[in-house]
Structure formats: structure tokens, C-alpha cells
């Protein structure tokens, strides 16, 4: 099957700095991809380039067009919620529908409507008087409501309290999320979206340090809780992290001898956030 | 096509001082010529009061005119600007719309859709005022502001006047839209600052004033490219100075219109080469310029 999104060397420089740095990576369809890196690795760079609102080198073809020549036409079949609250003020929410529905065609305005009124948010309010979460609502509802073969999400729940993050989570998964869809996403909170991800993109310094299925993760890494006695035995397997916890020490292992790693002690498989951490500090200290 | 229809629309959403100064404006002329004394002086004779009539419906085209001049100037510059400050462009720019489509959608606004909207804004506070002051003062007025011909000319001069300026003017408005797809902050500044500096260099440097005459013959030259020689006759004429001349021949608004003059003018078809490369550039800008 043909990927959804295709990079190959994709680069991107402001100046003379290197925001982008040969990337090549590829997005399949009907998976959920979380885009995950620190601040300044490159995340937004990276999704602004895929969906059209950056000029770059290299190759990108995004469901099969290259996103700065075609956006227009791109956002037909891909829709993207780049930001919390970027709905403008003065725009009331009827307004909103009416506008998309007018200018999108896989958009549905009765489905925005079911939503919405789910979310108990009535037609005739400004996104002035609405509050964040409220507002965040809104703009799913409306993206939800388009038919859209791939979704970008940046940092969508930015800046909402818990409640708001947990509400939009579960709508995505619940009543967006199928086998035809795709969803890119980027978020600080990796722990939030760990469960939704078939997929992980690890981006540092514009670089990819990772890129493998969620299924790979527990096949390929490692983590292990080892004490004091078994800590010469354990580092002898090479691991490539370490750190203290509770009187253990975890130590991270990249396609270890998982026999001889459970004589140790508890192996488990690293969370998202933990191997992020593990991968990272690697690469710091190497 | 049905895209650009809901573009406009979203213009008129958003700016509500599009239709609110006009309607404004047809409130307080309404009202001035509800409460506003006339002076039985203008009226002393009947070519006097023929003249008045005429030159009061120039001088409320005149008043819509100013209105629609500063606050398109206004909405230009800030068009593509505020989405981009409050980051709602990324809202628009995920919808498929291209940047091209979203400029022209502007400049329509600008150029055609508010300027008709002022015309008839302009034509209904007239005749408001006309009815409002010939009920008021029958016995000095008559029928005197009742006159198919006058009437007739002022729609031909709006129409002509909204033709000509939007493409006299498209350097100007090209200028606008682009600063208003790049600058960060303080547009208006931004929009005044760099011909300022252009100017100034120039006489500085070089010790010449291109520039500034280039500029200059841009902002002040509209007139006497649109207009002939005639104009200044007829406005003597409405004014009333020249009451004979009403009698000796109809004064006529085709007279005064030089619709060939303009066309045939080489700086008309040079100013709207520039105007378009301009509005161009700023469609790239667009296109570039996601947010800051």
C-alpha cells in the first residue's frame, strides 16, 4: 500500500539555522502517528511543511501532492487543527458551520450540529464568549465533521485543563477515529495520547531519532528494574540508559537478550514518555 | 465561484463597520436635514435653487466618498494582517481555499462591493434629504430637487468615479495589501514609513525628487486624468456663481467625464502594471507567511 505521506530528505532552514535536517519518513493509512520531540526539535516545522503552509527542500508528497504548491486541493481531503483557539473572535458558531459548509465538500453541517450539541454549545455564541475548552470543542467538531482522509493535529489541547483534554481525546477516538482515517499528531503530553498511538516519530534537533509501531517498541526496547547486586550483570548487557528509582536502578536495552534480562530482574516495556526521555539523553551524552 | 461568494460574505462578517459607516452617515444627513435650519438666502432665485439642489447631492457623494476613501484604506491594510496577530489564519489556511482566491476576495471587497454599497448608501441619504427638505420648505424649494437629469448625473459620476479610482488607485491599494501580509506589527506605520524614507534618501543622496513625484502625481494626479478642463466650469456652475450658464446649455456630467482622456493616459496603464505586481507579491507573501 502507497504511503499517505512520503519524505524524503526534507529540509527546512531559517537563516542559518538547520530546522529540518534530511528527513525521510513515511506515514501509512489508518494509523495514528504521534510526532514527538522537545521544544525547538522541529514538530511544528515538520507539520506545517506537510501540510502546505511552509516552503521547503527536498521531497514531500502528501496523499499524493506536494503540499506548498497544493494546498487548496490538499485541504480538500486533509484537515488540521494547528492550535487551541485559533477560531477568531468575532466568528459566531452558526457562521462557522455555514462558512465551512460552504467552502469544504466532504464537510457535513448536520454532523458539526449533533456534535456540538453534545457539547451543549448553541449556534448563535461568538468564540469570543466561549471559553478555551469550549472553543477547542468547536474547532473538533467542525474538523470532525469533515470527511478528511488524513488529520494533523498540533499541539491540540495546549494551554486546556484536564477535563477539556480528556473531552477531546475521547471524542477524536470514539466518534472520528476508523480504518479509512490517519491522524499526525504532536502534543507535549505524550502520556495523554500513549494509548491512542499505533506509531511513534521520535524529532530532535530536525533530526528523526525514531521511528517505529507501537508493536516494534515492545519487540525492540527493553526496560529493567535492577538492584544493587545484579547492577555489574545488567550493565554488562549494554544498555543504552540508565536512572535511579525507588532504591532500583532502571536500565534501558535496545534489542536485548530478553532470556537473559529477566534473570535481572522485572523487565517491562518502556512507556512512550520514558523511552523519549531514554533516547534523548542519549543522544546528549554521547 | 461559490467560494468567492462565501469569502465576501465572511468579509461583511467580520467588518461590520462595512455597512455601519454608511448607515451612519444616512442617519446624520437624515437627520441634518430633519432639524437643520435652511437659509432662505440660497434660494432667492430659481437657477440659485436648481444649483443648490445639485451641488447639495455632490457634496453628500463628496461625504460618502471621504468615508469610503479612509476606511478602505483602513480595511486594506488590515485584511490579511489581523488573522495573522491572532493566529486565526491557520483556521483559514486549513480550509481549501487557495491564498489567491482569499487577495481577490479582499480587493473585490475594497474595490467593488463597498463602493457600491456607499453609492447607494449615498443615493438614499439624497433622496431621504430630498423629500425630508421639500416637505419641509416647499414654499422656497418647489420642485427644485426633483430633477431626472441631475439625478441621472450622479449616478453616471459614482459609477465612473468607482471605476476610475479603483484602477488609478491599484498602486496604493497594492501597497496596502502588501504590507498587510507582511508586517509583524504596526501597519499603519509600516504603509506610511518606507516611501517617506524612499523620498527623503533620494533628496538626500541624490539630490533628486523622482520619487517623490512619481508618489505624488499618483495620489493628487487622479483629477486631472479622469476629469477634463470642463470640470472647473461646472463646478462653478452648480455653485451658482454662473447662473447664465445653466440657461445657455444644461450643465452636463458627460461633459466633465474623460473617460478616453483616462484610458488613453499612459500613467493609468502604468499604475495598474504596478498595482497588480504588487497585489501579486502579496499573494506570495500569503502564501508564505502562515503566522509570525
Redesign the interface.
Known amino acids: 500500500m502507497s504511503s499517505l505521506i512520503q519524505a524524503r530528505g526534507l529540509s527546512k532552514k531559517f537563516g542559518s539555522q538547520v530546522a529540518l535536517d534530511h528527513l525521510d519518513f513515511d506515514v501509512q493509512p489508518g494509523r495514528i502517528v504521534g510526532l514527538i520531540g522537545p521544544n525547538g526539535a522541529g514538530k511544528t516545522t515538520a507539520l506545517r511543511a506537510v501540510l502546505g503552509l511552509t516552503s521547503y527542500e527536498g521531497e514531500l508528497q502528501v496523499l499524493g501532492r506536494e503540499p506548498f504548491r497544493e494546498r487548496a486541493q490538499l485541504m480538500g481531503e486533509a484537515s488540521f487543527i494547528a492550535d487551541v483557539a485559533v477560531l477568531p473572535a468575532w466568528l459566531s458558531v452558526d457562521h462557522a458551520i455555514e462558512f465551512v459548509g460552504g467552502v469544504h465538500p466532504r464537510f457535513r453541517p448536520s454532523r458539526a450540529r449533533a456534535l456540538l450539541a453534545n457539547a451543549g454549545i448553541t449556534g448563535r455564541r461568538r468564540m469570543s464568549e466561549l471559553s478555551k475548552g469550549m472553543k477547542t470543542m468547536v474547532h473538533l467538531a467542525l474538523t470532525m465533521a469533515i470527511d478528511a482522509r488524513l488529520l494533523v493535529l498540533d499541539e491540540p489541547t495546549l494551554g486546556l485543563d484536564i477535563l477539556a483534554r480528556r473531552g477531546f481525546y475521547d471524542a477524536l477516538v470514539n466518534d472520528y477515529m476508523d480504518d479509512t482515517r490517519t491522524i499526525l499528531i504532536t502534543t507535549h503530553q505524550v502520556e495523554e495520547v500513549e494509548n491512542l498511538l499505533t506509531d511513534v516519530l521520535f524529532i530532535d534537533q530536525g533530526r528523526i531519532v525514531l521511528d517505529s509501531s507501537m508493536e516494534d517498541i515492545a519487540a525492540r526496547y527493553a526496560a529493567v528494574a535492577v538492584t544493587d547486586d545484579a547492577l555489574t550483570a545488567a550493565r554488562a548487557e549494554r544498555p543504552f540508559h540508565e536512572r535511579p528509582m525507588l532504591g532500583k536502578r532502571i536500565l534501558y536495552f535496545e534489542r536485548p537478550n530478553f532470556e537473559r534480562l529477566a534473570a535481572l530482574g522485572q523487565v517491562s516495556t518502556p512507556s512512550v514518555a520514558d523511552l523519549f526521555v531514554a533516547k534523548l539523553s542519549r543522544g546528549a551524552s554521547a | 465561484m461559490?467560494?468567492y461568494?462565501?469569502?465576501v460574505?465572511?468579509e461583511f462578517?467580520?467588518n461590520r463597520a462595512i455597512w455601519i459607516i454608511p448607515a451612519a452617515i444616512v442617519v446624520l444627513l437624515t437627520l441634518a436635514s430633519l432639524f437643520g435650519t435652511i437659509e432662505a438666502t440660497f434660494f432667492d432665485s430659481a437657477e440659485r435653487t436648481r444649483s443648490m439642489a445639485g451641488l447639495m447631492f455632490l457634496a453628500f457623494g463628496a461625504l460618502f466618498f471621504s468615508a469610503l476613501s479612509i476606511y478602505s484604506y483602513w480595511y486594506l491594510l488590515d485584511c490579511l494582517y489581523?488573522?495573522r496577530r491572532?493566529?486565526?489564519?491557520?483556521?483559514w489556511?486549513?480550509?481549501?481555499?487557495?491564498?489567491t482566491?482569499t487577495v481577490l476576495s479582499k480587493l473585490f471587497v475594497a474595490l467593488v462591493a463597498m463602493p457600491l454599497l456607499y453609492f447607494a448608501a449615498a443615493d438614499a441619504a439624497s433622496l431621504l434629504a430630498a423629500f425630508v427638505l421639500s416637505v419641509r420648505a416647499h414654499s422656497l424649494l418647489g420642485n427644485a430637487l426633483w430633477q431626472p437629469d441631475v439625478w441621472l448625473q450622479l449616478q453616471a459620476i459614482w459609477l465612473y468615479v468607482i471605476v476610475t479610482t479603483a484602477i488609478w488607485y491599484l498602486p496604493v491599494t497594492g501597497w496596502l495589501l502588501l504590507i498587510s501580509a507582511w508586517a509583524k506589527r504596526a501597519v499603519m506605520l509600516w504603509s506610511v514609513l518606507p516611501p517617506l524614507a524612499v523620498i527623503l534618501a533620494e533628496r538626500l543622496f541624490i539630490g533628486t525628487h523622482a520619487c517623490l513625484s512619481a508618489i505624488g502625481d499618483r495620489l493628487i494626479g487622479y483629477t486631472s486624468t479622469a476629469f477634463n478642463s470642463h470640470a472647473y466650469a461646472w463646478a462653478d456652475q452648480w455653485s451658482g456663481d454662473q447662473p447664465s450658464a445653466i440657461s445657455s446649455g444644461a450643465p452636463s456630467a458627460w461633459r466633465i467625464l474623460d473617460p478616453w482622456g483616462f484610458l488613453s493616459s499612459p500613467s493609468t496603464w502604468i499604475g495598474a502594471l504596478v498595482g497588480s505586481a504588487l497585489i501579486a507579491a502579496a499573494v506570495q507573501l500569503r502564501?508564505?507567511k502562515?503566522d509570525q
Open positions: 461559490k467560494t461568494v462565501w469569502l460574505k465572511r462578517w467580520e489581523t488573522d491572532d493566529r486565526s489564519v491557520l483556521f489556511k486549513s480550509l481549501p481555499i487557495s491564498d482566491a502564501k508564505r502562515a
